[in-house]
C-alpha cells in the first residue's frame, strides 16, 4: 500500500523559503497525480498545487494564491516529490499536506487516495 512521508516543514520569516518533500513507499500502478494541499483551523484543507505523473514533462497547476512564488515537481526515480515555496507570507502559515491520487481531476476535486500525515509551516511577519 502507498504511504506518503513528508519533511521540510517549519519556521521562517515573511519573505524567506522552504522545501518540502514528500516520499512515497512505493508508487500505485494507477497513481498519475501527485500534489501538495494545505490546512489553518480556520479555513477547510485547500489544494495548493499539483503535478502530473504520467510521464511527459509533467503538467502542473496551482492555486492562485501561491502562482509565481510555489513550484512543484517530482524525481520518480526517488518516488518523491517537493514543493519549492520562496517569497512566503504570513498567510501561507499552515500545515501542508502531500497527496496522491489515480488522476489530476481527482484531485483537484480534493479526492483523494493517499495522504501524508502534514508538515506544519509557520511564517512570521
Known amino acids: 500500500q502507498e504511504r506518503l512521508v513528508e519533511s521540510g516543514g517549519g519556521s521562517v520569516q515573511a519573505g524567506g523559503s522552504l522545501r518540502l518533500s514528500c516520499v512515497a513507499s512505493?508508487?500505485?500502478?494507477?497513481?498519475?497525480?501527485l500534489g501538495w494541499f494545505r490546512q489553518n483551523p480556520r479555513k477547510e484543507r485547500e489544494g495548493v498545487a499539483l503535478?502530473?505523473?504520467?510521464?511527459?514533462?509533467?503538467?502542473?497547476y496551482y492555486a492562485d494564491a501561491v502562482k509565481g512564488r510555489f513550484t512543484i515537481s517530482q524525481d520518480s526515480a526517488k518516488r518523491t516529490h517537493y514543493l519549492q515555496m520562496s517569497s512566503l507570507r504570513p498567510e501561507d502559515t499552515a500545515t501542508y499536506y502531500c497527496?496522491?491520487?489515480?488522476?489530476?481531476?481527482?484531485?483537484?476535486?480534493?479526492?483523494?487516495?493517499?495522504w501524508g500525515q502534514g508538515t506544519q509551516v509557520t511564517v512570521s511577519s
Open positions: 497527496a496522491a491520487a489515480r488522476v489530476c481531476t481527482d484531485m483537484l476535486r480534493k479526492k483523494v487516495d493517499y
Open positions: 512505493a508508487y500505485s500502478t494507477s497513481t498519475r497525480c
Open positions: 503535478i502530473y505523473n504520467g510521464g511527459g514533462t509533467g503538467t502542473t
